[in-house]
């Protein structure tokens, strides 16, 4: 079976990894743990540990045990003490990292026990610190305020100095495919790039880059952009050919969800096919949507089926 690397954070790369999951291949999923919001970012500040948030999200996206299970890690308590609003997987990462030290240990474990599809690799052992740099010049830091800003992001970089775990750097150098996103641009994909020893990796690595591109655009991450400038500012980050294939949505979202989405400062990401042309990149469109209770979506399964025959025809 073929080796797919996904890198990514948040609810898109969970919603494309259901899919994945689905379909013959050896998946690892490289997780940013920037993220500082929350009950991840109390557990952070009182146990000086790394994100864990998004990893609980992935190890239930991947797990193939029974929905309780799932529900159980994803369950908040809802009371006055100070368990209130903590989600029990945050709980359960969190004292398999103090028992190992380690959260790539870590995830291995809970792995085994979960009965995951694939690996979970956190993309650096370090409490990383996001920091933005805003087109006004303003400097932003942690995940959680970046993104409660909204302000337009010209750059991101880390605060503290941060080391990708050889584990991921081995996952990068022995895959087949490599899947940027799904995820926000800014503060789930690109803090996956920043380490000079894994853009080293990433532009070493023969495996085929695809990128699946958000379907909605972020107010300060992504605020008018079509697909080819988030390819642009990815490829920025690691090397300006770096992105060989993006897998975009053509299915128009309706207008009265479109509506809803204007209050956010959001609108959909279009096709501009000829400077993707432009820019060599092999363009795969689909109709990938989902909508759910008014909100926009990638759909796992044929999110994932696109991807698969990718892997499969090239």
């Known amino acids: 079976m073929k080796n797919v690397v996904v890198i990514g954070g948040g609810t898109g790369l969970s919603t494309l990894l259901k899919g994945l999951k689905l379909f013959p291949m050896n998946i690892t999923a490289i997780v940013t743990v920037a993220d500082d919001g929350s009950s991840t970012g109390r557990l952070r500040e009182e146990f000086n540990t790394p994100a864990v948030g998004d990893l609980r999200n992935v190890l239930v996206a991947l797990s193939e045990v029974e929905p309780m299970v799932e529900e159980l890690l994803q369950y908040r308590f809802d009371t006055y003490s100070d368990l209130n609003k903590h989600a029990m997987g945050n709980l359960l990462l969190t004292a398999m990292y103090n028992i190992t030290g380690s959260l790539t240990e870590s995830m291995e474990s809970l792995s085994k ?163 993707i042309n432009k820019l060599g990149v092999k363009l795969i469109t689909a109709d990938l949507l989902n909508i759910n209770n008014n909100q926009v979506r990638h759909d796992s399964i044929k999110t994932a089926l696109e991807v698969f025959t990718y892997l499969t025809r090239g």
Not at 158 to 168: A, S
């Open 113 to 275: 026990i979960l009965n995951i599809k694939g690996r979970v690799l956190p993309f650096t052992e370090d409490k990383a610190i996001l920091m933005a740099h805003t087109t006004s010049g303003e400097v932003i830091e942690g995940e959680s305020k970046i993104t409660k800003a909204g302000k337009h992001i010209k750059s991101v970089n880390y605060k503290n100095r941060v080391k990708t775990t050889p584990q991921v750097l081995k996952a990068v150098s022995e895959a087949d495919l490599i899947i940027i996103g799904i995820g926000s641009l800014y503060t789930s994909i690109i803090p996956n790039l920043l380490t000079k020893e894994m853009k080293k990796a990433l532009k070493e690595s023969k495996a085929k880059k695809m990128y699946i591109c958000n379907i909605m655009s972020e107010h300060g991450e992504t605020d008018g952009f079509n697909v080819s400038d988030c390819v642009k500012q990815i490829n920025k980050y690691v090397d300006k050919d770096f992105i060989q294939v993006v897998l975009a949505n053509n299915k128009k979202v309706p207008d009265n969800i479109l509506k809803l989405y204007e209050e956010e400062q959001s609108a959909q990401i279009m096709i501009d096919k000829e400077n």
